[in-house]
């Protein structure tokens, strides 16, 4: 069974940092490019970051430079370090695993993080 589990977000005050990290099982993890999405209440769901399964990097112009998004194969996680958040940054935060050759895409279940002003 595939899963992906997302944790490590919550509420932090403006400038602060979170790293949120996601854990799949049910996947040979190194194959797949991830990725962050958000959405925040009544918007649509947007790419934050994305990593593929050979460590190239991608993000959304508005946290380019705040946002780092990584990979540690060997324990089957995906992170993303956001400093000096924003309130704008206010959304439930999701992981998904892209589609490949071998397994559609997959989406966990969202972690919230608020960013207070």
């Known amino acids: 069974q595939v899963q992906l589990v997302e944790s490590g977000g919550g509420l932090v005050q403006a400038g602060g940092s979170l790293r949120l990290s996601c854990a799949a099982s049910?996947?040979?993890?190194?194959?797949?490019?991830m990725g962050w999405y958000r959405q925040a209440p009544g918007k649509p769901r947007e790419l934050v970051a994305g990593?593929?399964?050979?460590?190239?990097?991608n993000y959304a112009d508005s946290v380019m430079g705040r946002f780092t998004i990584s990979r540690d194969n060997a324990k089957n996680t995906v992170y993303l370090q956001m400093n000096n958040l924003k309130p704008e940054d206010t959304a439930v935060y999701y992981c998904?695993?892209?589609?490949?050759?071998?397994?559609?895409?997959?989406w966990g279940q969202g972690t919230q993080v608020t960013v207070s002003s």
């Open positions: 998904k695993r892209e589609s490949s050759l071998y397994a559609p895409e997959t």
């Open positions: 990593i593929t399964s050979t460590g190239i990097t």
């Open positions: 049910g996947i040979i993890f190194r194959f797949n490019d």
